[in-house]
């Protein structure tokens, strides 16, 4: 039987360190952690104002990984990212100064102004965890994460994400609006200082690596696999879909139902856990046909069609 404990006991740590800066936003914690634990990349995409890079920090300060943010603009170059090799003129040879992307949690903020071009520099390393420079490929340490933010309104001087890269993202989140009582919670928290400041690590890079691992041992039975495959060729069979969810798509709600397990403290995945992360493991995959979105059809409305019209998996009748 698979040990979660690991994950129990990163998970209790990171979430109530992050709660002092996201108030309100439990689940969302959670997702980010799932993402976190399953070495998948995450995209917040919500309106400004909402905590979206607070909560990339928060969750960067809490894990002992080096880190770094990217303020994406759109006269960044990809050598801005990857990093660039410089001739030194004493020993006549070029050297490799890393950008960056090096580092182990990358805050890639509102990475929809940077040019298609630098958007890619990402591409091989959010996939590979390694970057190419000058024809000299440099492997990124793990664990390796990407965390991205984007503003769904604004679309003034941005350049949206293409197919490729957003089908790279695990998940895609959005925080929403506080309620009115977080909301007196986060005036009177930030009323001297704001409370990142006073984030403090509270995982070791051992420990999130052994949670990881652990993610792996969580059980889950060939029905549940069938399962997640069905709603995936439903998401492309789909009349309102031009384009649906990927095969990529499909293992990253394998491997997230997994990790989602292990936060309810199961070492075995059930119908449910799938239903809990298909949305934010496909919404963003799927590309409504141009007929549905005249009629102003919703990603999510299709997602919520398909967890509908897929059978759940029953029990397995064992042979006496």
């Known amino acids: ?147 991205a933010t984007q503003n769904p309104i604004e679309y003034e001087g941005t350049f ?26 986060i005036l009177e928290s930030q009323r001297e200082h704001h409370p990142v400041q006073d984030i403090d690590q509270v995982v070791s890079v051992e420990e999130l690596l052994a949670a990881q691992d652990a993610a792996k041992g969580v059980y889950v039975d060939d029905l549940i696999k069938e399962y ?16 649906g969810a990927s095969p990529r798509g499909s293992l990253a709600l394998f491997k997230g139902t997994r990790a989602y397990a292990a936060l309810q403290g199961r070492t075995y995945v059930i119908p449910d856990d799938v239903k809990a992360l298909l949305e934010t493991t496909f919404a963003h995959r799927m590309i409504i046909s141009p007929s549905a979105r005249i009629k102003n059809v919703d990603a999510r409305v299709v997602v919520e069609e398909i967890a509908a019209s897929v059978p759940v998996p029953g029990a397995r009748v064992k042979a006496r």
């Open 228 to 243: 997640i495959v069905s709603l995936a060729n439903a998401s492309r069979s789909h009349p309102d879909v031009y384009l």
């Open 160 to 185: 949206p994400l293409p197919e490729a890269q957003i089908d790279r993202f695990m998940m895609r989140i959005s925080l929403g609006y506080p309620s009115a009582s977080d909301e007196m919670h």
């Open 1 to 147: 039987m698979a040990d979660i404990s690991p994950i129990s006991s990163l998970a209790e740590r990171v979430t109530e360190n992050v709660e002092r800066v996201i108030i309100g936003k439990r689940r969302e914690v959670e997702l980010a952690l799932i993402a976190l634990l399953c070495q998948g990349h995450l995209l917040i995409e919500d309106v400004p104002g909402v905590g979206k890079t607070m909560l990339a920090r928060s969750i960067a300060r809490s894990i002992g990984c080096t880190f770094r943010r990217l303020q994406f603009t759109p006269d960044m170059l990809p050598s801005d990212v990857t990093g660039v090799s410089v001739f030194n003129q004493k020993t006549r040879e070029f050297e490799f100064r890393p950008g960056p992307i090096m580092a182990q949690i990358v805050l890639a903020d509102e990475i929809n102004r940077a040019t298609p071009k630098t958007q890619s520099a990402l591409l091989e390393a959010m996939e590979e965890r390694q970057i190419t420079v000058d024809g000299i490929t440099y492997s990124l340490e793990r664990p390796f994460l990407v965390l």
